[in-house]
């Protein structure tokens, strides 16, 4: 066969690209995936905005520039806060906050759950004990002591020579506690495949231990990756608004955690608009999320297709 | 070099066993054994049948052989290298020139892997081969095996199970074995394909001067494709003989009932069937003496006590059996 | 055929599809037989020929969606099947038609007893006490071959072997004395020893209770050692329906034809099997016209055979073929509409 011959064979229909399909197809899931690009796209934007020093934002949070809590009105959509600071403009910056934190802690815990759960499951043993023995502890301690511990530890202490403030003290905190159930279901994942017989085939032609690891057990394990990533980025988004809400957030820049932290003593004002601006941004990136994640489970888990 | 008087394979008292391990400390409480002493030996261009029902053993004992599991004591030697102790290189080797074929045409391709690298990628690990040589050969591979290569490009699940086994002896040829361990190639396929893959199996044996080793339950098939069969009840082989003998005259008992167990359709071959009560005891707690013995009509106290050793029916070529009151005649025709 | 009085079940023209993402898999249509009373009629095809959907439609056990019985009539002991209402059918199934499955591992719930399964089919649609449905499922099992029933009774389904787990499916289908036994696929996951002894089990039951059993299977030597009558199934339809000795003596469909031509028999001596060359169609792509004619030798090329499919016809008496070329099928009328169609066609040897 040459190499023109081959270019003409027309290419397969991998597994992906039935997934996509049917993903496609669903337009509940679609409408909620835009809405989840526009956040990206904002975030995005801001971060743009912010390196050309176009002016987004004003330097200083904290100057007093207009009224103090004045209400949602005509002029001001979501009203004002302390600072006389747009609600509006508060809210749609938290959501560079929000989503960097969710983005950064969702890749500490892939870096550390994917590669300790598929060396737990295919070497088993006394790894698989120990490795298990980890996250097992890890995980009996309550979630958000354990995210206090590290946030106080962690904090402008120095790491590979970058200094820890602010936001890294909130997303690697998050990331290196977050990583234990993405470990227990690769893990588990790949205790099943290993026994299956595409497996064992491999075995029986040669291949190393780490060819089977990285060509076949992790190819068929990205799915519940992805899968787990878009559920478990939503609980990122709310690991930042309790942090935020103890005090161990980002300080200076407005963020969603802040703005509901401040909402505690201005309920008792009855200003509620800065709240309900932050509540209500949060929700949407969290229902899309849902959505969209059950969407994916559905489309790209194999076992659900129906023949 | 082992001497191993012209077999391409010999297997001598193989034994598998698998630990069971209960409680904290994980002790060893007892073992299953899979395959408990088993022998054979197979010449080359030879194809040798391992017979029998579920949990007799057939499939671990070929897995043992290529040491896919491991193996508790036993000599395996396979064109004059000792498999079970072999060193990495050699081990290699063997695993170059083993290739096997497995059951499950759905679980045994890689679904998430091109059927164009599923069957080069033995090539590419042990011949180092890659790019435009490769393709070619695998398109070589796939015409051999009646698949179009065309097709290079697709996946698993794009292919029907009996295309899907096609591709599964595609890649068991890649490296052009000298053995092919066939482990119920065609059992989970449907009736009107299980004689294309056969036949396609027949054909690749003398296009390549194949030897095969090969399992499984269905009496009939094994029948056709095999020169030599082995009837395994329970991890050991309790007759052996070549295909035409055993067919016409069995003589151990459970060989006996399993061939009047078979529904016929040809009404001339139904026999009177053999009362047969019971069912096959677990592999954990196997039964004193001949494994077979509580559901023999010839068992005597000697059974209980006694396994029996594989023996040549003398007056007979190659025809061995394990029993000590079954009638030991030689139809000769 | 036969009298009226003796139909147990009869199933009309029967069609069920599945819409799914991937387009509609016209599972079964236009599927006609019908079932004696006391008699064994067996279902036999190959992988997604449609007998398990046809199974599951008499039950009305179609999940919906993406299944659904598009047309027929089932009729039952003078019943419509297809317009009873959910409690009326739930009161039929396991009742009057039960049916057991081919995986007993899966079909038994795992977290229950095996003797609460029992007592839970027996209490669901007799009226009886606790205590006495309890005494009926030990004598259940011991009618099924179980040694020492009352211990038994207590067990949990994956202490049981495959072929134990297979009696209590039978002990829980037969409890309530059906009319009707569907068996789909019962032996197939079982050892050729353990096969034969539950084949000769649900003979037993068959003698006593006078029940008819509905075999659904892929093996030919059962339906040639068991069943009475034969439907051969293809590609969603029905290929031939005759008698069971005279299927295996002549079959007439050159999909039967090629189907017993390449099983291996004990006893064959060639070097090569004969073979029925190409596959099984994918549900959702059936061939135009017959759907066997890719795979027959005589209906490859033939024009009509690519473009019409042929309807169920009698061609000798109590057997039923469709096929455009089965003997004495073609009638003068049919072969004059074709010729003026089609033109003059060439008949190739078969």
Partial sequence: MTKEQLKKVPKGRSLWKDGMRRLVKRRLAMICFGIIILYFLLAGFIYIAEAFNLKVGPVNWAEEVGTQYEPPSSKTIFGTDIFGQSVLRKTLYGAKISLTVALSASFISILIGVPLGAIAGYYRGVVDEIIVWIYSTLSSIPYILLIMAFAIVLRDKTLFGYKITGISTVYLSIGLTSWVGLCRLIRGEVIKHKEREYVLAARSYGCTNKRIIFRHLIPNVVHLVIIDFSLRFVAFIHAEVILSFLGLGEGTRPSWGAMINDARIELSRGVWWQMAAATVAIFFISLTLNIFGDALRDCLDPKLRVE | MANTNGHLLKVDNLKTYFPIRKGLLRRTVGHVKAVDDISFAIRKGQSLGLVGESGCGKTTAARSIIRLVPVTSGNVVFDGIDVLSAEKEQLYAVRRDISIIFQDPFGSLNPRMTIGNIIGEPIKIHKKTKGQELTEQVAELLTKVGLSPDHINRYPHEFSGGQRQRIGVARALALRPKLVICDEPVSALDVSIQSQILNLLKELQEEFSLTYLFIAHDLAVVEFFCDIVAVMYLGKIVEQANSQQLYRNPLHPYTKALMSAIPQIDTTLRGKRTAFGGEVPSAINPPSGCPFHPRCPLAQSKCSRQMPTLEQVSGSDGHLIACWFCEKKIFSD | ?350
């Fill in chain 3, 1 to 350: 055929m036969e009298n009226n009085n003796n139909k147990l079940l009869s199933v009309e023209d029967l069609s069920t599809h599945f819409f799914t993402e991937a387009g509609v898999a016209k599972a079964v249509q236009q599927v006609s037989f019908s079932i004696e009373k006391g008699k064994t009629f067996a279902l036999v095809g190959e992988s997604g020929c449609g007998k398990s959907v046809t199974a599951l439609s008499i039950m009305r056990l179609v999940p919906y969606p993406p299944g659904k019985i598009v047309n027929g009539k089932i009729m039952f002991r003078g019943r419509a099947l297809l317009d009873l209402d959910e409690k009326q059918m739930r009161r039929i199934r396991g009742n009057r038609i039960a049916m057991i499955f081919q995986e007993p591992m899966t079909s038994l719930n795992p977290v229950f007893t095996v003797g609460n399964q029992i007592v839970e089919a027996i209490k669901l649609h007799q009226k009886k006490s606790t205590s006495d449905a309890w005494k009926d499922a030990v004598e259940m099992l011991r009618k099924v071959g179980i040694a020492d029933p009352q211990q038994r009774v207590r067990e949990y389904p994956h202490q049981m072997s495959g072929g134990m787990r297979q009696r209590v499916m039978i002990a829980m289908a037969v409890s309530c004395r059906p009319t009707l036994l569907i068996a789909d696929e019962p032996t197939t996951a079982l050892d050729v020893t353990t096969q034969a002894q539950i084949l000769d089990l649900l003979d037993q039951f068959q003698e006593q209770i006078g029940m008819s059993i509905l075999l659904i299977t892929h093996d030919l030597g059962v339906v040639a050692e068991r069943a009475d009558k034969v439907a051969v199934m293809y590609a969603s339809r029905i290929a031939e329906v005759s008698d069971s000795e005279k299927l295996f003596e002549e079959p007439l469909h050159p999909y039967t034809k090629g189907l017993l031509k390449s099983l291996p028999q004990l006893g064959f001596t060639g070097s090569r099997l004969q073979t029925v060359s190409g596959n099984v169609p994918n549900p959702l792509d059936f061939p135009t016209g017959c759907k066997f004619h890719p795979r027959c030798p005589i209906g490859f090329d033939d024009k009509r055979c690519q473009a019409r499919e042929p309807q169920l016809r009698e061609v000798q008496k109590g057997r039923l073929v469709a096929c455009w070329y089965a003997q004495g099928y073609e009638t003068q009328k049919e072969y004059k509409e074709y010729e003026s169609k089609y033109g003059e066609h060439k008949r190739t040897s078969a």
